[in-house]
């Protein structure tokens, strides 16, 4: 019978050699640790300063509404741009005379040609900017690739045009169920085509909290990662109530008005559109919360120093409950109160906590 072979047996010499590599290795994990750590909250701050600048601006900007609408009666006001359900609009533009895209989530492959316009129109380079600046974004952009809903619409119409050819899609287009923070906070250097949308849009607008972006990216991107590839698992991924419903189905609309939250809100700017100017994507992410601890952070951090989703924050975006609305939102748009969670007020949030 053969004896077992004896365990290698190293000598002090190997050992310390072995202690040293091991102390040099974790000195570098540590290191780099501390290095993403430090490139994470510098990039928090710089969106902490944003934030504060741009919620200075929206005060004045309600305040300012608001006188004005003290001293302006109605009927000195603009009438709204008339539209009809089959306009097909790929900027979300308020303009007639711009295509602003709509989409129709029951059918998305079915999208609406573009028709070129009989209608000639002499511009300057400086007009340019003046369609950009209509778009259902709420804000000015440099180029459309700036723009939330041209870039969506977009991505969806090429993705859509392929599996209506029955072309297969590429193995390293797949996208993850989950980004990660990396990707989320540095677009820029994401091959990710979602992110790198969202990262292009979120650099112009910004929510109130770092915490609420992110949560604002997580819902986004599950939706976004289901309609480029629709199946039963990324449509198992996307929270129920994120879901389209039927008017959503059989209503065209913009694309970027699936991002909002509350169904029921959705529902109404489907049927109402253009019938209240002031609606726009960055409106409402300016004016979104989402109920997390402020004194509690949103990411772990791995044995290897790896930045992490915390899986209870990530439970939290997708509860319904913890999608709120703004009371300034409610006071511009107070006929639409039954149609979102409210804002609630410090002490009851913390007494009926709703998140892990």
Same mark, same amino acid.
Request: net charge neutral.
């Given at each position: 019978?053969?004896?077992?072979?004896?365990?290698?047996?190293?000598?002090?010499?190997?050992?310390?050699?072995?202690?040293?590599?091991?102390?040099?290795?974790?000195?570098?994990?540590?290191?780099?640790?501390? +290095?993403?750590?430090?490139?994470?909250?510098?990039?928090?701050?710089?969106?902490?300063?944003?934030?504060?600048?741009? =919620?200075?601006?929206?005060?004045?900007?309600?305040?300012?509404? +608001?006188?004005?609408?003290?001293?302006?009666?109605?009927?000195?006001?603009?009438?709204?741009?008339?539209?009809?359900?089959?306009?097909?609009?790929?900027?979300?533009?308020?303009?007639?005379?711009?295509?602003?895209?709509?989409?129709?989530?029951?059918?998305?492959?079915?999208?609406?040609?573009?028709?070129?316009?009989?209608?000639?129109?002499?511009?300057?380079?400086?007009? =340019?900017?003046?369609?950009?600046?209509?778009?259902?974004?709420?804000?000015?952009?440099?180029?459309?690739?700036?723009?939330?809903?041209?870039?969506?619409? =977009?991505?969806?119409?090429?993705?859509?045009?392929?599996?209506?050819?029955?072309?297969?899609?590429?193995?390293?287009?797949?996208?993850?169920?989950?980004?990660?923070?990396?990707?989320?906070?540095?677009?820029?250097?994401?091959?990710?085509?979602?992110?790198?949308?969202?990262?292009?849009?979120?650099?112009?607008?910004?929510?109130?909290?770092?915490?609420?972006?992110?949560?604002?990216?997580?819902?986004?991107?599950?939706?976004? +990662?289901?309609?480029?590839?629709?199946?039963?698992?990324?449509?198992?991924?996307?929270?129920?109530?994120?879901?389209?419903?039927?008017?959503?189905?059989?209503?065209?609309?913009?694309?970027?008005?699936?991002?909002?939250?509350?169904?029921?809100?959705?529902?109404?700017?489907?049927?109402?559109?253009?019938?209240?100017?002031?609606?726009?994507?960055?409106?409402?992410?300016?004016?979104?919360?989402?109920?997390?601890?402020?004194?509690?952070?949103?990411?772990?951090?791995?044995?290897?120093?790896?930045?992490?989703?915390?899986?209870?924050?990530?439970?939290?975006?997708?509860?319904?409950?913890?999608?709120?609305?703004?009371?300034?939102?409610?006071?511009?748009?107070?006929?639409?109160?039954?149609?979102?969670?409210?804002?609630?007020?410090?002490?009851?949030?913390?007494?009926?906590?709703?998140?892990?």
């Amino acid at each position: 019978m053969e004896s077992a072979p004896q365990k290698r047996q190293r000598t002090e010499l190997q050992l310390a050699r072995k202690r040293q590599a091991d102390r040099v290795s974790q000195k570098a994990k540590r290191e780099q640790a501390k +290095r993403n750590m430090d490139h994470l909250e510098t990039q928090l701050a710089k969106l902490q300063d944003t934030v504060e600048l741009l =919620s200075d601006q929206l005060q004045a900007m309600h305040a300012e509404l +608001r006188e004005r609408d003290k001293h302006c009666p109605s009927h000195c006001r603009p009438p709204p741009p008339q539209s009809t359900a089959s306009d097909v609009q790929p900027l979300g533009s308020l303009d007639g005379d711009n295509n602003a895209e709509t989409s129709k989530d029951e059918n998305p492959s079915e999208v609406p040609a573009k028709q070129p316009s009989s209608k000639k129109r002499n511009r300057s380079p400086a007009d =340019s900017p003046l369609d950009l600046i209509k778009c259902l974004c709420g804000v000015q952009h440099q180029v459309q690739s700036e723009c939330l809903e041209y870039s969506t619409f =977009s991505i969806l119409l090429k993705t859509h045009e392929n599996l209506a050819e029955g072309k297969e899609l590429p193995i390293t287009t797949w996208l993850p169920r989950t980004p990660s923070l990396v990707s989320i906070f540095c677009p820029a250097a994401s091959t990710n085509p979602v992110i790198r949308i969202l990262g292009a849009f979120f650099r112009q607008v910004h929510p109130t909290k770092v915490s609420t972006l992110l949560a604002c990216c997580l819902l986004m991107y599950r939706y976004l +990662r289901w309609r480029l590839y629709p199946d039963k698992e990324t449509f198992r991924d996307v929270p129920e109530w994120v879901h389209p419903t039927e008017i959503q189905k059989t209503v065209p609309h913009p694309v970027c008005v699936d991002f909002i939250p509350w169904p029921k809100l959705r529902d109404y700017i489907v049927l109402h559109k253009y019938t209240d100017p002031r609606h726009s994507v960055s409106l409402f992410i300016r004016s979104i919360r989402v109920r997390w601890p402020d004194n509690r952070d949103f990411y772990t951090m791995s044995a290897q120093g790896e930045l992490l989703l915390d899986p209870e924050f990530e439970e939290a975006v997708y509860r319904y409950e913890n999608w709120q609305i703004s009371k300034d939102w409610i006071e511009m748009f107070p006929a639409l109160k039954d149609y979102v969670n409210v804002e609630e007020d410090e002490g009851d949030s913390q007494t009926a906590p709703n998140w892990p």
